[in-house]
């Protein structure tokens, strides 16, 4: 898909217009314009940095913001600030995708889905297959970089094994998740 992309209106959006009114969860930043229709604004508390940030500045970056549209989200009310480690670059059997989520993360956000098909149209490295996956849920991922689309068929044909796979466990709030 072809979208002309502005500060105002981007390829996420053009996607979100065509989503029509199903249930999405869409990791963001400050610095772009919120989607419309945010009913929720979480924040990812990553505990350490995602990136180095501005330097010019005391502080460093340690969150990122996922926005909750429309309905259809079900479980126990929890808080809205989700922390989770991010994937570690230099871990041992760390990180495949710049962009890379934790799959505890996502499994966080997946269990307060619906029944339902999960479609991640910027699927990446495959993280939310993953999960969906080790949720028994039917996932379809789309990706535009051949070299992730290898990346996530092989991570979806392995076993999710939270303390020795690809990710860090997570830790939430509420709990060990
Ligand atoms: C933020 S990353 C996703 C990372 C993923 N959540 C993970 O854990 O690995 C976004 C991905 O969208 C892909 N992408 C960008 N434009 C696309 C398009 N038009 N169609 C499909 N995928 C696209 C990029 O190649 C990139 O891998």
Redesign the pocket.
């Known amino acids: 898909?072809w979208v002309k992309k502005t500060s105002l209106f981007t390829?996420r959006d053009a996607v979100i217009e065509r989503w029509r009114d199903k249930p999405a969860i869409i990791?963001g930043t400050w610095r772009v314009n919120r989607p419309l229709g945010t009913a929720a604004r979480l924040i990812w508390d990553t505990k350490g940095t995602l990136g180095m940030g501005d330097l010019s500045i005391p502080w460093k970056p340690s969150d990122q913001e996922i926005y909750i549209i429309g309905s259809g989200f079900t479980g126990r009310r929890t808080s809205n600030v989700l922390c989770f480690a991010p994937?570690q670059a230099s871990a041992k059997n760390g990180r495949?995708?710049?962009?890379?989520?934790p799959v505890p993360l996502?499994l966080d956000l997946l269990r307060k889905c619906l029944a339902g098909t999960i479609a991640?149209?910027?699927?990446?490295?495959?993280?939310?297959l993953v999960a969906a996956k080790s949720l028994g849920r039917r996932a379809i991922g789309?990706?535009?970089?051949e070299r992730?689309c290898e990346?996530?068929a092989r991570r979806c044909a392995q076993e999710y094994l939270p303390l020795f796979g690809d990710d860090h466990v997570g830790w939430t709030k509420d709990g060990a998740s």
Not at 96 to 101: D, G, I, R, S
Not at 142 to 145: A, L, V
Request: proline content about 7%.
């Open positions: 898909m390829l990791f994937v495949v995708h710049p962009h890379q989520k996502l991640d149209p910027f699927a990446g490295s495959g993280s939310t789309i990706e535009i970089d992730y990346i996530a």
